[in-house]
């Protein structure tokens, strides 16, 4: 007990140190903009920034306020790093609980040696684990975030994103269920980000790099499906771990089948390697109930406001009965995807990505 609390204690102190450095080195982009020795590829991003934090509250209705109105130039690369735990025969990822935000399943270090550290104690317990570099994360309104280092160099789509998914949880949080945060938040961002493109003459992304991520999506779904069914199953401690282990192995060998020809998969390459059940609840928590969301804003007549209100109308509900909610709308999107599919003419190869994962049965 006295190891834990010393651990809880280190925890929010370096969690607040850390803040506090942030917002220490904050420089507003409106006097970044009008100083002459500003670097001009800075500027022009920084200008990007403004831009998209006004179709945010403009288009999206989000409540910008002043986050992302100043800069903050980081020591390190990244803001913090991420870390995720499942039990080794479980897709349920381990829950931390804060005394602001509720619990969510994951625990953020500003410190990369401190992540390593709870890392390697977490591993000797028997957990799978994930520890990755976060570029930005949010204060829910907390603190007036600023844009940090480590994204403002990104693409103006990719940075659209970023902040349309931040912004978002400033719109609406609800404690203690991470999976729904941040499948709303992906969801405004997933929405917004086509009109955005439109109005700034960007164009979408390539239909190659498209199917590449819905095919690597495909087998890593097929993947958790079944693992989820042999975890559930009444086989033995050891076949489990067998079975556990051929799954991931056909996982990559799928992947290195369907990524043949591939020109720009080190992404990908590099999220199939590490994939265990860390990683794969940690797609959950951010992918699988954004298609629900989808669907909310389209029932919403694709009102944003309207939308933010059945949001919060859901948010409000058990969660139990919440997820019931969003696993019908799920299921309505679905169906209706696979009818328009199945109404159009097929040609050139089918994708492999179940028939591939079969085998590992």
Request: glycine share 6%; charged share 25%; hydrophobic share 35%.
């Amino acid at each position: 007990m006295l190891l834990a609390g010393c651990e809880t204690v280190h925890f929010y102190s370096q969690a607040a140190t850390g803040q506090l450095k942030i917002l220490a080195g904050r420089e507003p982009i409106d006097r970044l903009l009008r100083d002459e020795e500003t670097d001009p590829k800075l500027r022009r991003q920084l200008e990007w920034v403004q831009s998209i934090r006004a179709y945010a509250a403009g288009e999206l209705h989000l409540p910008v306020g002043s986050a992302y109105s100043e800069f903050t130039q980081l020591e390190q690369e990244y803001a913090l790093w991420n870390l995720v735990a499942a039990p080794e025969f479980s897709l349920s990822p381990k829950r931390w609980c804060y005394p602001i935000a509720g619990c969510a399943s994951y625990r953020g270090y500003f410190n990369k040696r401190d992540a390593q550290v709870q890392e390697q104690r977490l591993q000797a317990q028997g957990y799978d684990v994930y520890l990755g570099p976060v570029p930005a994360y949010s204060t829910l309104g907390w603190f007036d975030d600023p844009v940090l280092s480590s994204f403002v160099d990104w693409k103006p789509d990719r940075l659209a994103s970023l902040l349309f998914h931040e912004l978002a949880h400033r719109r609406l949080y609800i404690g203690g269920d991470t999976q729904f945060n941040e499948s709303f938040a992906t969801a405004v961002s997933r929405i917004a980000l086509p009109d955005w493109r439109r109005r700034n003459g960007i164009p979408a992304p390539k239909v190659a790099n498209v199917e590449q991520a819905r095919r690597v999506n495909g087998l890593m779904v097929s993947a958790r499906r079944q693992l989820q069914a042999l975890y559930a199953s009444d086989l033995s401690a050891p076949e489990k771990r067998q079975r556990k282990t051929q799954t991931l192995q056909r996982l990559r060998y799928c992947y290195r089948k369907e990524s043949e020809g591939w020109t720009q998969d080190e992404k990908f390459t590099q999220m199939i390697e590490k994939t265990n059940n860390a990683t794969l609840a940690l797609v959950s928590e951010y992918q699988s109930q954004v298609p629900a969301f989808v669907q909310l804003y389209r029932d919403s007549g694709s009102d944003w406001e309207a939308f933010y209100r059945a949001v919060e109308q859901l948010g409000a509900l058990p969660k139990p009965e919440r997820k019931a909610r969003l696993d019908a709308l799920t299921k309505r999107i679905l169906g209706s995807t696979a009818a328009q599919t199945s109404s159009k003419k097929v040609t050139g190869p089918s994708l492999h990505s179940d028939t591939c994962m079969s085998a590992a049965n």
